[in-house]
């Protein structure tokens, strides 16, 4: 069984930076093409990036392009979500995803396994 855990979280003023990463264990990450997906209260998840299995190919939601870089380190086992230029808007509980047999996908339900979430709270 696959399983997904993030870190890095927490509370950040307007304009700082945050990492984000998701450990993978179970299944070597190689496997599985990732998504960061986010969803704030009372709204829908979003995909926030996505990347390949091999990690040449990304996306990125055309809102947050140019904030936000989406990496991995598959000899880690680990993805990362690089946030820059942090907004208010931004705040939401940020999740990791892994979709099997994928190179890559932005359709939420694609992706096979999630992790728990980390909250990422932005003050103005």
């Known amino acids: 069984q696959v399983q997904l855990v993030e870190s890095g979280g927490g509370l950040m003023q307007a304009g700082g930076s945050l990492r984000l990463s998701c450990a993978v264990s179970?299944?070597?990450?190689?496997?599985?093409?990732m998504g960061w997906f986010r969803q704030a209260p009372g709204k829908e998840r979003e995909l926030v990036a996505a990347i390949s299995r091999n990690g040449i190919n990304t996306y990125y939601a055309v809102s947050l392009k140019g904030r936000f870089t989406i990496s991995r380190d598959n000899a880690k086992n680990t993805v990362y979500l690089q946030m820059n230029s942090l907004k208010p808007e931004d705040t939401a509980v940020y999740y990791c995803?892994?979709?099997?047999?994928?190179?890559?996908?932005?359709?939420?339900?694609?992706?096979?396994?999630w992790g728990q979430g980390t909250q990422v709270t932005v003050s103005s």
């Open positions: 179970g299944r070597t990450a190689s496997y599985y093409s």
């Open positions: 995803a892994a979709a099997a047999n994928m190179t890559i996908t932005t359709t939420l339900s694609l992706y096979d396994y």
